[in-house]
């Protein structure tokens, strides 16, 4: 069984950049889609970004799109989430999932991810 440990997160200003770091253990990244997904206080989980196992393709939340940026590293195990011109509004725990199903397009879906990280904070001052 895959365990998932999310790094990166932290305090930073509005409009600077983080990089999330997503690691597996007990199992290879490659066999999965790998999502990342994030919840701020008092609001329900939400998709931000996903990649495929098969062809690496992404898929992005409206919200996030032109500004994050999903990439994986089969060889070191990793997927990351490259965060640019954050905002306020983009603060979260934020989780990494893993869906061993092989898809082509990466899901949305919350429910379809078997596999989750315990998070990491990520907080956008104004």
């Known amino acids: 069984q895959v365990q998932l440990i999310e790094s990166g997160g932290g305090l930073v200003q509005a409009g600077d950049s983080l990089r999330l770091s997503c690691a597996a253990s007990?199992?290879?990244?490659?066999?999965?889609?790998v999502g990342w997904f994030r919840q701020a206080p008092g609001k329900d989980r939400e998709f931000v970004a996903a990649?495929?196992?098969?062809?690496?393709?992404?898929g992005y939340a409206d919200s996030v799109k032109g500004r994050f940026t999903i990439s994986r590293n089969n060889a070191k195990n990793t997927v990351s989430l490259q965060m640019n011109s954050l905002k306020p509004e983009d603060t979260a725990v934020y989780y990494c999932?893993?869906?061993?199903?092989?898809?082509?397009?990466?899901?949305?879906?919350?429910?379809?991810?078997?596999?989750w990280g315990q998070g990491t904070q990520v907080t956008v001052s104004s």
């Open positions: 999932a893993a869906d061993k199903t092989p898809v082509v397009v990466p899901s949305s879906i919350l429910g379809e991810y078997e596999y």
């Open positions: 990649i495929s196992m098969i062809v690496s393709s992404t």
């Open positions: 007990g199992g290879t990244f490659n066999r999965y889609s």
